[in-house]
């Protein structure tokens, strides 16, 4: 049985993509934050995941701290946190980054390090 859910259901603003879904009340074992801001500077504090991360920028720039690498990428790129190494990033600017974040899990499991 196939699944449809509504970006009424996942987005936390209709004009913009961002928000997240749980794929495990779905039956998917896979998790996705959508985000986006203008906010230069913007972005997750450092945190870890029992699971590999994917971030897939699709506007902008950012400053990603993945374990002891700083890594500045840009839309287009493709980076992976694997399971359990801290991880955050923060908008480089100028103007809006955007990206998908799949988390390889049904749900989201965060610790928060900072």
Known sequence: MAHVI???QWAEKPDV?????EGGAFGAEVSVIFYS????GGGPKLH?????EVFIVREGRALFTIGD????AK???????PANV??????LGPGRLE???VHVAGAFATEWLE
């Open 99 to 101: 990206s998908t974040d």
């Open 86 to 91: 801290p991880h955050k990033f923060s908008n």
């Open 37 to 40: 801001s203008d906010q230069v």
């Open 69 to 72: 690498e700083t890594i500045e």
């Open 48 to 52: 870890r995941h029992p699971y590999p």
């Open 17 to 21: 993509w961002h928000g997240e879904f």
């Open 75 to 81: 839309a287009g790129q493709i980076l992976v946190a």
């Open 6 to 8: 509504e970006r009424e």
